[in-house]
């Protein structure tokens, strides 16, 4: 019974670094993504629909960092022998 709290307990704790990842990858894309010319690609950088695209592309960021995490993760878990 207690091997399943203990894989219980590191897949929240996995959960929660997987979700902090994402969060962070998400602002670190917005962020990036601000140093773009948006007027190069749109006719009006700071409309809704630019604002729109710049956040879809911060969340394909955020999602591109979690599977980076989930790699590492993995490879960590691998090294201890836990899989």
């Known amino acids: ?14 959960g929660i670094v997987l979700l902090l990842v994402f969060f962070l990858g998400v602002v670190a894309s917005w962020w990036a993504l601000g140093a773009l010319r948006w007027d190069k690609f749109t006719h009006q950088p700071f409309a809704g629909q630019a604002q729109l695209l710049r956040f879809f592309l911060a969340l394909a960021g ?3 960092s979690v599977i980076v995490g989930l790699i590492l993760l993995g490879a960590m878990q691998l090294l201890n022998g836990a899989l």
């Not at 019974?1 to 996995?14: E, I, N």
């Open 1 to 14: 019974m207690q091997l399943a709290y203990r894989v219980s307990a590191t897949m929240g704790a996995d």
């Open 62 to 64: 955020g999602v591109l």
